[in-house]
């Protein structure tokens, strides 16, 4: 198949995701997409897979243009979209999920026996060792992948977008999927292959194209270009050169601030350490190595099962949020949208709602003191709005973030923990963030910050603790750190190594 | 064209954020050409002594909705409680009782209800239609389907409260406006109505802002029970005979109604106060106007129904743009 989008322009309200953006494939290639979270890939594929139709711009199949794409069109045309948050249905069986909304028939019922021996001679091709008739809900995370990139193959689609296929994969799954991946090539099928994992990309792909700020940047031969330009390529040339915390002194203090003790949970297990005043320690693993859990935990909005953690006021009740709050611990949640804004809610409300949980203590809200509040923020933060009364909504995925992490500041805490707060939002705006961040150190505040993205811990770490199956697997100081030894701590590739 | 463009994001905040002013006005245009003498201060005292009761329900549900939650126990709960009040009155022969007991069980029934949907963690249309369900049937028992009356050494001082004036105002208008304008400012100017919005628009984010959701959700219920409590007295006032079977029935759909025109989203996080006191109002014209218009009664409940899928179908059209 030979895939071309023309001129794609996309607005979500006051958002540009994609400013006139052209893209090819062609049949038996992997096209490595590329770009920061936010660069508009996944909106450019959506595009493409016709979940939301394009503003301006033309797709065409073959030379043929095709007119208001849909998912059920874009499936007829063997395009198959594997998105990057799974999206299975958990309480159906693994066949049930292949085969759903294209189901066998045999007269008016399902044809039960042909979609369980389809679905299983699909996934043995594929060496994955999962049974058809499993519930999905029984399976792990990097199980689920495997089925999604099954159900692509189901159909025999001549084109497969993948989205960050390998967050969940240890290196040996990584493997697996790569060697189905040239087998399927070889027989003309093409895949977009969207990565942040330049290692990843340079591997399997042969062409790129990159996407900055929803805007196209360049496309060639990955042959052509080693990783130190590709990187430059992601996130340009003026941010790679930057290091944020070199030839400024350490603000690191003797003080302990925050001591965790074994503390527990479901998702990870005897968990220690200290942090100081002034000091950046970051939190890093795969997904499903416990380090969500452990951020929402040290914030108190999951229950730790053991293990305590305790400031300079002792103990502290970590099953009362308020409470923690008011000991000094704000927290940056992770999932903007989940998670952070409170979408009916105007800006200004949105900026002082921690204020009004943990230190507002009058009866009645004044306007003027909430109005100078937000002027406050909007000056630090840099936050570019027009009138503070409009829904948080209205504004860029950067400033929303900004409005989020202005609502702790105004707390003023001692601690702050930031679970991926720079999730999604351009390239500007990320770097605005890792400079608050170090001028808080500055300050005297202390950060946890969690991330998946190894240029945020260069850029900010004292401290570094990889996560590996709920365990702490690594703890690595400034120095002693580089993206290769981090991914193999959290992929437990360093302890099978030392086995 | 830049001028057009600005004319046309304003006149779209105007409707916005001020359609229940446009519907309020157009009915009000409706009903003064149907009948000139609708402006006559007998019959907008008369609008406002019919909306009254279910008018100070309704304030309560403008809260549970705004949370992103639904109560459909409002017309058994309020007919429980003031045939119990009736009782109360007859018994003890105060109505400074009656009426303290009246909020007492109003605040019961609320936190009955709170405490199921917070701590219970059932889901807030099971747990109503629940004690929807039951405390009707309590009511019933009580009563074995005949009527709570009044006694005669009671009657004439309790119905005073709801038929008499004030300063020409009669006693039920008083009620329902003082009501709304304690509403009105507990949801704008409190943090307390913040939180219920907040909570509304995007439950997980209002907790991990530190908000205590099921707190919040709990006084939603039992503010909401209060009201009820008043509305029951009221009501208990102004029949001075509660039938044990009918009393009170239709009103969560009046009180659901009245907030749904009243611009308030169904799925919580946006609402104003103004609009629920102005969603009343409109329920009580529209079934004036159908009155004085001489349509058939029991078309009324199609009228209104047609309303209020008019009025949910607007606000999910401008959530679309």
Redesign the interface.
């Known amino acids: 198949m030979i895939l071309e989008m023309k001129n794609i322009s996309k607005s979500f309200g006051p958002v540009r995701a994609l400013k006139d953006v052209s893209f090819d494939v062609q049949g038996g290639e992997i096209h490595g997409l590329l770009g920061e979270n936010g660069a508009g890939k996944t909106t450019l594929m959506n595009v493409l897979a016709g979940t939301f139709p394009q503003d301006l711009g033309k797709i065409l199949i073959n030379g043929k243009e095709v007119f208001g794409m849909t998912p059920r069109k874009s499936n007829a045309l063997k395009i198959r979209f594997i998105h990057q948050e799974l999206s299975l249905c958990n309480d159906l069986k693994v066949y049930q999920n292949m085969f759903l909304g294209e189901e066998y028939n045999k007269s008016w019922r399902i044809d039960k026996r042909k979609e369980i021996d389809r679905a299983q001679e699909v996934l043995d091709s594929m060496n994955t060792g999962i049974d058809a008739a499993l519930i999905v809900s029984d399976l792990d995370t990097a199980q689920k992948q495997l089925v999604e990139i099954a159900r692509a193959l189901l159909f025999e689609s001549e084109l497969i977008i993948m989205d960050e296929p390998t967050t969940a994969l240890n290196s040996q799954e990584i493997e697996k999927l790569f060697s189905i991946m040239t087998a399927l090539k070889k027989r003309g099928v093409s895949f977009i292959y969207i990565s942040h994992k330049i290692p990843e990309l340079f591997s399997i792909c042969d062409r790129y194209t990159v996407l900055r700020d929803g805007a196209f940047i360049q496309t060639g031969f990955f042959r052509d270009i080693n990783e130190h330009q590709a990187t430059e390529l992601l996130i340009g040339k003026r941010f790679v050169e930057a290091r944020l915390r070199e030839g400024r002194p350490s603000p690191v203090q003797e003080e302990i601030v925050l001591k965790a003790s074994d503390i527990c949970g479901l998702t990870f297990r005897n968990i220690s350490f200290s942090l100081h005043k002034g000091e950046i320690v970051v939190f890093t693993g795969l997904q499903g190595s416990g380090t969500d859990e452990l951020a929402t935990s040290l914030f108190g909005a999951t229950k730790l099962e053991s293990g305590t953690v305790e400031n300079r006021m002792g103990i502290l009740d970590m099953r009362d949020i308020r409470h923690v709050m008011q000991s000094g611990i704000g927290m940056i949640p992770r999932n903007r949208k989940e998670r952070g804004i409170l979408p009916d809610l105007s800006i200004r409300n949105n900026n002082s709602m921690a204020f009004f949980v943990a230190k507002h203590s009058k009866l009645f809200i004044s306007r003027k003191e909430e109005i100078q509040r937000f002027e406050r923020s909007k000056e630090r933060m840099e936050i570019k709005v027009s009138s503070d009364l409009d829904p948080i909504t209205s504004l860029s995925g950067g400033n929303q973030q900004k409005v989020i992490l202005s609502r702790w500041l105004e707390l003023d805490s001692d601690i702050y923990v930031m679970d991926n707060p720079t999730q999604g939002i351009d390239v500007g705006a990320k770097f605005a963030i890792y400079k608050l961040v170090v001028e808080l150190a500055e300050q005297g505040k202390s950060i946890l910050f969690f991330t998946s993205e190894y240029p945020e811990i260069q850029q900010l770490a004292d401290r570094c603790f990889v996560l590996y199956k709920g365990e702490v697997s690594a703890e690595l100081s400034r120095g002693e750190f580089s993206e290769e030894m981090i991914m193999a701590y959290s992929t437990g590739t360093q302890r099978e190594m030392q086995k | 064209m830049k001028t057009l463009t600005i004319g046309k994001e304003s006149w779209r905040n105007l409707t916005t954020n001020y359609s229940h002013w446009l519907t309020f006005m157009l009915l009000m245009i409706v009903a003064i050409i149907v009948s000139p003498s609708f402006l006559s201060w007998n019959n907008i005292t008369n609008q406002f002594v019919q909306g009254a009761v279910v008018g100070i329900c309704a304030m309560g549900m403008s809260l549970i909705i705004s949370a992103g939650m639904i109560d459909l126990s409002v017309g058994s709960s309020v007919a429980l409680i003031s045939a119990l009040g009736v009782s109360v009155i007859n018994d003890q022969h105060s109505l400074l009782l009656g009426f303290v007991f009246c909020l007492v069980a109003g605040v019961l029934v609320g936190l009955i209800n709170g405490l199921l949907v917070t701590k219970g963690r059932i889901a807030p249309f099971i747990v109503t239609l629940a004690t929807m369900s039951a405390w009707r049937s309590v009511i019933n028992q009580l009563g074995q389907g005949g009527p709570f009356t009044v006694d005669k050494t009671m009657y004439a001082s309790f119905r005073n409260i709801a038929a008499g004036r004030f300063l020409g105002i009669p006693h039920l208008m008083v009620f329902f406006i003082v009501v709304s304008i304690i509403t009105g400012i507990l949801m704008s100017?409190?943090?307390f109505g913040?939180?219920v919005?907040?909570i509304?628009?995007?439950q997980?984010?209002?907790?991990?802002?530190?908000?205590?959701v099921n707190r919040v959700k709990t006084l939603i219920f039992t503010y909401a029970g209060t009201l009820y409590g008043l509305a029951a007295f009221l009501l208990a006032s102004r029949l001075t005979s509660i039938q044990a079977a009918s009393a009170g029935s239709g009103y969560e759909m009046d009180a659901i109604a009245a907030v749904a025109i009243g611009g308030t989203?169904m799925d919580?996080?946006?609402g104003k106060i103004v609009g629920t006191f102005l969603g009343v109002l409109m329920l009580r014209i529209i079934n004036t106007v159908l009155i004085m218009a001489n349509v058939p009664p029991f078309l009324n409940g199609l009228v209104t129904g047609v309303i209020i899928i008019m009025a949910v179908l607007a606000q999910s059209r401008r959530k679309g743009k």
């Open positions: 100017k409190t943090k913040t939180y919005y907040a509304g628009s995007n997980q984010a209002a907790r991990l802002s530190g908000i205590n989203s919580g996080g946006r």
